[in-house]
């Protein structure tokens, strides 16, 4: 079974993050390989360990993200490509998807594993769009996984519990943080990743124009503060005036 | 006046509460056509006229509770092609991303994900988007033709205008091509009593709850105001209580008149899912966390005092009236 899985190397969410001038967010700092990319790839490690095949990460960004790649690539995976133009910079979701299904599509892959949503665009736009580009259906917010022969089984999260949806493969998932613990790379998958293949490819190698964006950023305010209240330490007295403020709330 | 058109999503035959929400504003922003496919499909166009739909495209079709995303996508493209729309809202929730996005891609054009706020523009569409962890706000004009948003949950008050949609039935046929992500069935893990969603009270627990066995005592302090338990990303991810809870922006969004966060530091992933509720009360030993300089009521002290006192409190007081 020949796996994609989708990454992204982003804003490290233990550091803290500033905007540019043009309000787009500031993406030179410490940056990682997405968290939720990460349960992706040890997902598609797990599926390649017990039906065998091939792993190939896919990503886009600038050269610097080669770093995620071979961070994944040091977990384990086989090899990797970075889409990388400078048409690409502030990409919106729709051109995003469109450069990573051309190179998915290159691939051939069975199945594409994708985070549900990016750390940092949380739009969770992306997947949808690269499998409706791909032509294949989409089984989305995966927190559980089979493969049998050409047949996907996929526990798919919803607000109260979950459904079992099945497809045919070349399918795309998304999986949620609970799909899978991802593994640490040990030394010796540290050392093999040096000499994995990670091809840079640009936008017109893989046929794709660029576009005008989905959208335009106006402007950003800060989000609207609440007022602070009152803050008391508990002597004994803050059932009775929490009791007062379910009252004055008619709750209670 | 322009073309608003607002994909209703349905599941196990109710219309989830997104979708009045959604529509109480799309009615300020032009004529709206809503469409609501599978089962309930019928009885939910009549609240959706009540909330000021003028047309709803209307199927009850089970090909639409079977299959994912696709047969839905085709039925808005069809529209789209027939009638165009100058804007197509859907909620940001799972079923409407899934489709949003299918059909972004499909029309080439973009979209903008994730706002809190819509308004109509020198001609256009300004979308209000939670931005920089949610610490910012940005103000973004849709580009696309259609211009597609999906807009969070609980983003607006939901009310009734009068009136009532032309029915009609939905156009296009579902192909055997879309009927691919099939549903085999749904399992339902929680349960609650009431939901989330809809509660008047909620009460969260966060890393300070100190771990699962202790979040009994907040489903008893539930329990006894008749409120719903919710949780922080934190919890989740440690396994303690399921993704259900889940309040914030990768969860739930919530807006209650009350909501007790217990043990929650307030980070903007959580606060982006509970900010807009009613009265905030926190209870937390960390007199600097981040959630007690939004709340109504901070608490400086022990959970697992205060909490059990309060459940007891909450009944005395109910046993009297």
């Known amino acids: ?252 | 006046m322009a073309k608003v058109c607002v994909y209703a999503e349905l599941s196990e035959g109710k219309l989830h509460s997104a979708a009045t929400e959604i529509l109480t504003k799309a009615r300020e922003l032009g004529d709206v056509t809503v469409v609501a496919l599978g089962t309930g499909a019928k009885a939910a166009a009549e609240t959706l006229g009540k909330h000021g739909a003028k047309v709803a495209y209307v199927s009850e079709d089970k090909v639409f509770d079977d299959y994912l995303a696709e047969p839905a996508t085709d039925v808005l493209h069809a529209i789209q092609q027939a009638d165009a729309q100058d804007l197509v809202l859907f909620s940001f929730t799972s079923d409407s991303r899934d489709v949003a996005g299918r059909l972004a891609a499909r029309l080439g054009t973009g979209l903008i994900s994730n706002a809190s706020d819509l308004s109509a523009a020198d001609g256009g569409f300004v979308a209000k988007v939670p931005y920089f962890g949610g610490a910012k706000v940005a103000s973004m004009r849709a580009n696309g033709k259609p211009a597609i948003v999906l807009v969070r949950p609980k983003s607006f008050e939901a009310s009734e205008s009068g009136g009532s949609a032309e029915i009609k039935e939905a156009p296009g046929s579902v192909g055997d091509g879309s009927k691919r992500a099939h549903v085999l069935e749904r399992v339902v893990e929680a349960s609650e009593k009431v939901k989330l969603e809809d509660a008047r009270v909620v009460i969260s627990g966060g890393r300070g709850m100190g771990g699962p066995d202790n979040f009994p005592l907040l489903e008893d302090l539930a329990s006894a105001l008749g409120g719903a338990v919710g949780a922080s990303r934190a919890v989740v991810d440690a396994g303690w209580v399921p993704y259900s809870m889940q309040v914030g922006q990768t969860g739930k969004s919530v807006r209650p008149g009350v909501y007790i966060a217990v043990g929650i530091s307030g980070a903007m992933q959580h606060t982006v899912g509970m900010k807009t509720s009613k009265v905030i009360i926190a209870i937390n030993k960390d007199a600097e966390a981040p959630i007690m300089k939004m709340a109504d009521l901070g608490v400086v002290g022990d959970a697992m005092k205060i909490v059990p006192a309060l459940t007891a409190a909450v009944k005395a007081k109910k046993g009297k009236t």
Do not use: W
Not at chain 1, 52 to 72: Q, Y
């Open chain 1, 1 to 252: 079974m020949k796996i994609v899985v989708t990454v992204k190397q982003v804003p490290d969410p233990n550091s803290t993050q500033s905007l540019e001038a043009d309000n787009t967010l500031a993406r030179d700092k410490e940056v990682v390989l997405d968290p939720g990319d990460e349960c992706g790839i040890e997902e598609g490690l797990q599926l390649k360990e017990a039906h065998g095949g091939e792993v190939v990460l896919v990503s886009m960004g600038p050269e610097r993200a080669k770093d995620a790649i071979r961070k994944g690539l040091s977990m384990g995976a086989d090899r990797g490509i970075l889409i990388t133009d400078e048409k690409l910079a502030g990409a919106d979701a729709l051109l995003t998807a469109k450069a990573l299904a051309a190179a998915i599509k290159a691939e051939s892959a069975d199945l594409v594993i994708c985070a549900t949503e990016s750390y940092d665009g949380s739009t969770g736009m992306v997947p949808p769009m690269i499998a409706e580009l791909l032509g294949v259906p989409q089984l989305t917010f995966a927190k559980k996984v089979e493969v049998n022969g050409s047949t996907l089984k996929v526990n798919r999260q919803t607000a109260d519990g979950y459904m079992v949806v099945e497809a045919a493969t070349p399918a795309l998932i998304t999986v949620t943080a609970a799909i899978a613990e991802p593994r640490y790379a040990s030394l010796k998958g540290i050392m093999a990743a040096r000499s994995k293949e990670v091809k840079q490819v640009s936008l017109s190698d893989l046929g794709v124009d660029g576009g005008e964006p989905a959208e335009t950023i106006e402007s950003v305010a800060s989000a609207e503060a609440r007022k602070a209240g009152s803050i008391i330490e508990d002597d004994g007295s803050a059932v009775d005036q929490i009791v007062k403020v379910l009252a004055d709330a008619k709750v209670l």
